[in-house]
Each structure stands twice: as C-alpha cells, then as structure tokens.
C-alpha cells in the first residue's frame, strides 16, 4: 500500500514521516476511531514499542494466517469445526441464528446458550443490494433441514432489514418440521444485539418465542 500523499494545509497531520502517516492513516480506518483519535493511538504505539507495537504486529499477523470461517457455521476461528462446533457438550439441536460474528460474542457473554449457532454474515437489503446468495443462508438451511435440529432461533437485530431477513428465513423453513423461535424482548427497535447488555440479552434468549 502506498502511503498518503500530503497534502500542504490539508490538516491532516500536524508533522511527522509518511511512515507515520500512514500509521495514522491506516489506524483512522478501524471502527470508533476518528483522525484525532488515531493520531494518539499511533502516538502510544510508538512511544510503547517493545510492550505495545511489537506484540500488536505478531497477534495481526497471526490473525491474519491463522483466523478463517468455520465450515460449519460461519463465525471466525483458527480451527475448522470452530471451538462451538466441535463442543460435544453444547446442544446440537438448537441453532441461534445471528447476521455477525459480534452478534455471537454477545450471547456467548451472557452464558445463557448451550446450542449451536450460524453467523449468516449480514442481512438482506434490497438498498444495498444484499441478496440470498451472499449471505449464508443456504448453508444454514441444509443444516437445519438436515435432520439434527429441533429448533432455529431467530436472533437479528430489531433493524428492518434484520426483520426482513428473519421473516425471509422463516418462511424458507417453514414446513421442514422445525421450530422457528424468535428472542422474546428487551432488544430496542433499530438496535444492535452487540450493544445491549448481558441481562437483557439473556432474558430475551430464555422466553423466546414462536416465530409469527
Ligand atoms: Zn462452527
């Protein structure tokens, strides 16, 4: 990647290398972090090289090598059946269905799940132009119908699209002789199932619901 051309007067670093620019640059990319915000997250990088930068680099670049989807159901591991796939002690005729990997990390901290799930890896949106075929959905639906599971939970955000995703994969599983259960409450309209707290969320997975 080449670095960022400077731009005189542009403001968009007070001084320094293109080496650190690019540093910046790149750090203003990640989510939650502004230009002012990676100027200082560059700063501390640097300042704590041995404790800090050094020990960043070799856990990205073992990310990087080693982080890959799980076969089965799509979140994120270093070992394919991921860790919750190949638990022998979590249910395997439950699937929690959830759009991200996020979504996953947030019921996996409440402790109050013991199946399975399927990260679909976003929603539809015809906005966006976000159909079936990019998300993993038929994945999800072999699975389900493949004679294992009881019961799908259909755990989307409260978004629209969220919601017309679920009603989608309702629909699709309709008739397979599943039950399609959906969380019961407690998740705001248009909010995120990454953002809501431990208590909530858990609530919400225990008085689940029929899907309808
Ligand atoms: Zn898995």
Not at 105 to 127: C, D, M, N, Q
Request: proline share 6%; hydrophobic share 40%.
């Amino acid at each position: 990647m080449s670095a960022p051309r400077r731009a005189p007067g542009s403001g968009a670093a007070p001084s320094g290398s293109s080496e650190i620019e690019t540093l910046i640059h790149l750090l203003a990319r990640l989510p939650g972090l502004g230009p002012r915000s990676a100027r200082r997250a560059a700063l501390h990088l640097i300042k704590r090289r041995e404790s800090l930068m050094l020990p960043l680099i070799e856990a990205l670049t073992t990310a990087s090598e080693r982080i890959r989807p799980c076969s089965t159901c799509n979140t994120l591991d270093t070992v394919d059946p991921c860790v919750i796939c190949r638990d022998p002690e979590r249910d395997v005729t439950l699937v929690c269905v959830v759009e991200q990997v996020g979504d996953l990390w947030a019921i996996e901290r409440t402790g109050a799940f013991k199946g399975r799930y399927h990260v679909l890896g976003g929603t539809l949106s015809a906005l966006d132009g976000v159909g079936p075929d990019d998300l993993s959905i038929a994945p999800m639906l072999s699975r389900a119908r493949g004679g294992a599971v009881r019961e799908v939970i259909l755990a989307l955000n409260a978004t629209v699209d969220g919601q017309t995703t679920a009603h989608y994969l309702a629909e699709r599983l309709s008739g397979a002789g599943i039950a399609v259960t959906r969380l019961a409450h407690g998740v705001p309209v248009g909010g995120e199932l990454d953002y809501l707290d431990d208590g909530p969320l858990s609530a919400a997975l225990i008085a689940r619901r029929d899907f309808g």
